[in-house]
């Protein structure tokens, strides 16, 4: 129940309102002396915008490469487009239709490409412009696009369909010509079945007449653009996947589905000149090579001065089971087999020349797996790979969480990059990346921006994020503190998860202190310091926690879910379940029950530390009577305080990391003493539908007396409750013992399986109904509706130094503690002095009593000065630990306090402060040490916030909310005024959730894809400054000289044929083509692409100037034009002048 505030009724009734009045904004009650506070913020400094997309295109199609320009393109099944220059000049666009794209052809050196896509629409795309834009589509309506094929310099694009036909379309005004090449033309007059789709079209690289075009059944047909009919048609009876030319355009080769290759003179059709099995096992008597895999793609490549390369992927033998992916490299009588991670989607050669009738000498080989790129010297013995400088490995382990931190000290970026470099792997290429067009956009943003990633596997990513770039730093591997299992069998029956034991699901970590706290999927908790020292730990510091809530009221069991992944209430088993004989678990052995064990057993052999971050301390929650720990919803370092403490749905525990003691474990019951609003206490177990449970939890720092495990003793040995009390205590949950647990025992494999399946990222769900509104965020516990009075987990913790009590005369250091019933709890901290004394006395933690009540889940706290400034926790700065202190040092040391840079610790006794407190309905401000609530703002009513929080931006503060209906929200401090509310994107599913998070300067960032990181700005700044910071992909560069025919050549002819194109597909010749084949759909990349493209006044100038310059060359050319035609007409007068003089006096006859 409500305390009665009888000041606040009194104060509401001078106010002329109701203190329950349901007001938006609640404005000061008057009587107190609270300053107004300038708010700087208005509505016109926020704008939301994506900014850039990180990470490996996820599901990729295709792929292309611009050999002048150097840049790469790639095409995924979503119809996104992404385009890689070099490192840190990279583009993401997408296809509205979101249709897979099936190939990307580019328009070599002239900054343009064009797209084909599963829905038959081709799109050309204007490079020229930072933000790339479609010019022209083109969608067929009759036939299906299987293949594309633009020659260099030619503006002639050829598309093959699933029919057999082939059209071609004019690239520049995206038009059909009438020119097309039937099937039925193509092929054998006498052939009865159709060649199936086309699968290849390529022109001979000495004859731009002769057309090279390859049917899906084994058919490949030499077509005469000029005579318009076959000049050779070649059979076979296996299917093509692909064809390439020699260079001299005098044979050609073709894949096959049955692994072989087949080598073909162009002027010999009747059998192939070799057949080549590669991975084949050659038979002794001369039969046929077994059949192997297809060989989806094959390129021929040239060299001057040694063997052809032959480069393949596919065609192993079917006996290779397990056998990964492969590229096979033939050159001359060596054969490079280079086994792969991935199935390869496509590759790519990379040659010095873009003209095909060249030699083509081959550098290197760009592979696109399903999830990686790899990129293979072909120059280096070995065929070593270019070590790949762009962000690609976000996914390397599934990501399970992300933070973002914008405005990080100057000196952390160099720091984690000096450990980082360590860890490099070897055996690189020692050449340059070979893509590296483009130009760096001018970074306007010079703050240092960090983003840790927690993974599946138990490691952590650290990333530079500044200026739109993202790079590796360090990566951490949390699990090596842990033994690992060599096979199931050997694995303890303790895992409470199947699959990713050491996955990481929350992450706390202080910049400014370089602490780093994580929170693993099996209820561990692990602390790290920074070090620039190797160390070898002789024994892993350890702590076992025994956290447990009974459950005494059999009618309303719960199935607690773990918190990563809520789930809707039909989760949950309201059914009372008879219960069994013998209790079991999913992790019960013969011995009985589990007790007292960590679902992982940390390593007792000494562990080597490489410089960086270095295991501090190990916590883990232990089975209690066969139940597994409940998983961890929230997490708060201070390393000021030398704490960390964790909360989950059973209740809270605080450690001491210095002394490596457990100084707090309470249910969440407890917290509130005789404050309880709900209630909760144990009763008689008759069936009832009464409130149920008790928080009984005790300490276990290793050793737990059983006898004693219903003890719930706070700091100290004091109990809360007197022995009278406890002996009651003891009695009744002796009675309820057994049903509730043979209760608990049943339902705990499914408890175990819930956990794996709903806290791994791998399985998300997509049937997810967001208007529903019962089940809860990604960093809090799910609860439903039917555990909402039993099971009450830690959802927000935050340390700070305010005051505790309304009664307080002066800050103190305290935790704050938000639960998802929405109450907030106050824990006060008396730490001793600093030096040697920290570690010597105990640090006394006791809970305040003061309780605060909001609407929803509490998910972020923070406090405000009385000027309205944000107060950061206290922190102690970064120093190396593992170097022996001087006793001038140490002298000061033990002198010393932990640092606050809290301004609190030099306030004045009158000053007050601000608790901002947002939870998934609503926020609020509440003054202190008065405890009022200052202002109050309903967020949302439909819907809940999933993620919140209190961010810098230009100068003030603010809270930013993502909410579960898609909607991006911002709100001033401390009025908590409405300055943004913008649509986004709708919840689709837990990965956003689990992933999204606002940090300083007006970023955010959430993951897109399972392999992308999206980030976004809501600053009107950022906005405005993007177009300066974006890399430009199109630099102007010298098409290379064309190939020297030579001099023999040029006198006997031979060497490339050149073709008139233009007369033969225009439309003075070809006629046009049907209306209803294909419609001209013009895109918004012309000049309303460049409109978009740059905005704001400097957009405008640079475009008159643009169109003054077009004008005043017109002018020029005009006025040139103008006096050109003067001086020919003023000599055409001379000349006639001159003529009429020489015959004026002559008579006819004399002519």
Known sequence: MRKFNIRKVLDGLTAGSSSTSQQQQQQPPTGNREPEIQETLQSEHFQLCKTVRHGFPYQPSALAFDPVQKI??????????????????????????????????????????????????????????????????????????????????????????????????????????????????????????????????????????????????????????????????????????????????????????????????????????????????????????????????????????????????????????????????????????????????????????????????????????????????????GYPIFENPYPLSIHESPVTCCEYFADCPVDLIPALYSVGARQKRQGYSKKEWPINGGNWGLGAQSYPEIIITGHADGSIKFWDASAITLQVLYKLKTSKVFEKSRNKDDRPNTDIVDEDPYAIQIISWCPESRMLCIAGVSAHVIIYRFSKQEVITEVIPMLEVRLLYEINDVESPECEQPPPLPTPVGGSNPQPIPPQSHPSTSSSSSDGLRDNVPCLKVKNSPLKQSPGYQTELVIQLVWVGGEPPQQITSLAVNSSYGLVVFGNCNGIAMVDYLQKAVLLNLGTIELYGSNDPYRREPRSPRKSRQPSGAGLCDISEGTVVPE????????????????????????????????????SKMVASDIAKMSRKLSLPTDLKPDLDVKDNSFSRSRSSSVTSIDKESREAISALHFCETFTRKADLSPSPCLWVGTTLGTVLVIALNLPPGGEQRLLQPVIVSPSGTILRLKGAILRMAFLDTTGCLMPPAYEPWKEHNVPEEKDEKEKLKKRRPVS???????????????????????????????????????TETSFVLRGDIVALSNSICLACFCANGHIMTFSLPSLRPLLDVYYLPLTNMRIARTFCFTNNGQALYLVSPTEIQRLTYSQETCENLQEMLGELFTPVETPEAPNRGFFKGLFGGGAQSLDREELFGESSSGKASRSLAQHIPGPGGIEGVKGAASGVVGELARARLALDERGQKLGDLEERTAAMLSSADSFSKHAHEMMLKYKDKKWYQF
């Not at 021929?300 to 992927?313: C, D, N, V, W, Y």
């Not at 219903?710 to 013992?737: A, L, R, W, Y």
């Not at 000053?911 to 703002?937: G, R, W």
Request: aromatic content about 8%; hydrophobic content about 35%; some cysteine.
């Open 72 to 381: 790469l393109a790639v095409g995924t099944q979503t119809g996104a487009l992404r385009l890689f220059g070099r490192p840190g000049v990279e583009c993401y666009c997408q296809h509205d239709s979101g249709a897979a794209v099936i190939q990307l052809q580019f328009l070599i050196n002239e900054g343009a490409l064009v797209s084909a896509l599963a829905d038959d629409t081709l799109h050309l795309w204007n490079l020229r412009q930072k933000r790339p834009a479609i010019l022209h589509s083109l969608k067929f309506c009759r036939e299906r696009v299987t293949f594309c094929h633009l020659p260099f310099q030619s503006k002639w694009l050829y598309v093959g369909t699933e029919r057999g036909n082939i059209h071609i379309v004019n690239v520049e005004s995206f038009t059909l010509s009438g020119y097309v090449i039937m099937w039925n033309k193509a092929i054998e007059l006498s052939s009865k079945s159709h060649p199936g789709p086309v699968v290849h079209i390529s022109d001979n690289p000495m004859d731009e007449g002769k057309l090279l075009i390859g049917f899906e059944s084994g058919t490949v047909v030499l077509w005469d653009l000029k005579s318009k009919k076959a000049d050779y048609r070649y059979t076979y009876d296996e299917a093509i996947h692909s064809v390439a030319w020699h260079h001299e355009g005098k044979q050609f080769i073709c894949s096959h589905s049955d692994g072989t290759l087949t080598i073909w003179n162009v002027r010999s059709p009747a059998k192939p000149v070799q057949t080549i099995t590669p991975h084949g096992k050659q038979l002794k008597d001369g039969k046929k090579p077994e059949p192997c895999k297809p060989i989806l793609k094959v390129e021929f490549k040239t060299t001057r001065s040694g063997e052809p390369f032959i480069i393949l992927s596919g065609g192993l033998s079917y006996d290779t089971v397990g056998r990964r992916p492969c590229l096979t490299v033939m050159h001359g009588k060596s054969t490079a087999v280079l086994e792969m991670d991935y199935s390869i989607v496509d590759f790519l050669t990379l040659c010095e020349t873009p003209y095909p009738n060249d030699f083509q000498e081959p550098y290197a080989v760009v592979v696109l797996l399903e999830k990686d790129l790899v990129l293979i010297d072909l120059a280096q013995n």
């Open 708 to 743: 004693d495990r219903c003890k719930s003793p706070t700091s100290g040995s004091s109990s809360p409750h007197n022995s009278d009390d406890e002996q009651k205590m003891n009695n009744f949950i002796e009675k309820v013992k057994t049903k509730s647990r043979k209760f």
């Open 901 to 939: 840079v809290s301004p609190s610790s030099s306030q004045e006794i009158s000053e007050n402060q601000y608790a901002v407190i947002c939870s998934e309905k609503q926020a609020k401000v509440i003054s202190l040490p008065t405890q009022n609530c200052a202002y109050k703002q309903n967020i």
